[in-house]
């Protein structure tokens, strides 16, 4: 039982760039999340699927995409890197509660 | 006003002292709080959830909530040097049952 899934670990960008990270889980959860947390600040919720096939915007989802085609995999894209775009991404399930989540280990992303 | 705040830290207290960690939210309607650990370089994890007022306890962790005051606390007891990490407050939005994350704050437990 892997839990949630994260890859790659770290990734260094050049601006204009775009890349996937890739999030899966074995944990049969409905609802996915991913989130990114900059130094000193809370996570923000970028993109959230409640389901295959079911994705909305959370907080600041400029810049990104995701889709949701099963429900072990909620990959998110980034389009054009932008150095704000430099930051830890954490991808996230859970059953049914947003607060009860389970963490994947984490995407350390610099854009350069 | 930020949707949920914590109070800032670096927090540094003895072995087998009590660490006491505050968080203040700003949307009346909320029902769901959380808090996770968080260690350097790792990713977050859950360590309790409480949704009524008054305390709920978990082993050496306590939290305590007062929706009329919107506050919400933590608090370590018999800390560990393995307790030292950044703790962070989250609340459920009432609109979109989605969370806010407070900054979180660092704890250091010194032997």
């Known amino acids: 039982n892997a839990g949630v899934t994260q890859t790659p670990k770290f990734r260094i960008l050049k601006i204009g760039q775009s890349m996937t990270l890739q999030c899966t889980q074995d944990m049969n959860h409905n609802y996915m999340y991913w989130y990114r947390q900059d130094p000193g600040m809370g996570l923000k919720l970028i993109y959230y699927s409640v389901g295959a096939g079911i994705t909305d915007k959370g907080e600041v989802p400029n810049g990104y995409n995701v889709s949701r085609s099963t429900t072990e995999d909620f990959p998110l894209r980034l389009e054009l890197a932008a150095p704000s775009q430099t930051s830890v991404y954490f991808c996230a399930s859970s059953y049914g509660v947003a607060g009860e989540a389970f963490f994947g280990q984490g995407t350390r992303l610099t854009v350069v | 006003q930020k949707e949920v705040e914590q109070n800032s830290g670096p927090l540094s207290v003895p072995e087998g002292a009590i660490a006491s960690l505050n968080c203040t939210y700003s949307?009346?309607?909320?029902?769901?709080f959380f808090w996770y650990r968080q260690y350097s370089g790792k990713s977050p994890e859950l360590i309790m959830s409480?949704?009524?007022?008054g305390d709920k306890e978990d082993g050496r962790f306590t939290a305590q909530l007062n929706k009329a005051s919107q506050y919400v606390s933590l608090l370590i007891r018999d800390s560990q040097p393995s307790d030292s990490a950044t703790y962070l407050c989250a609340v459920e939005r009432s609109n979109d049952y989605k969370l806010s994350f407070g900054a979180g704050t660092t704890v250091t437990v010194r032997a």
């Open positions: 409480i949704y009524s007022n």
């Open positions: 949307d009346r309607g909320s029902q769901s």
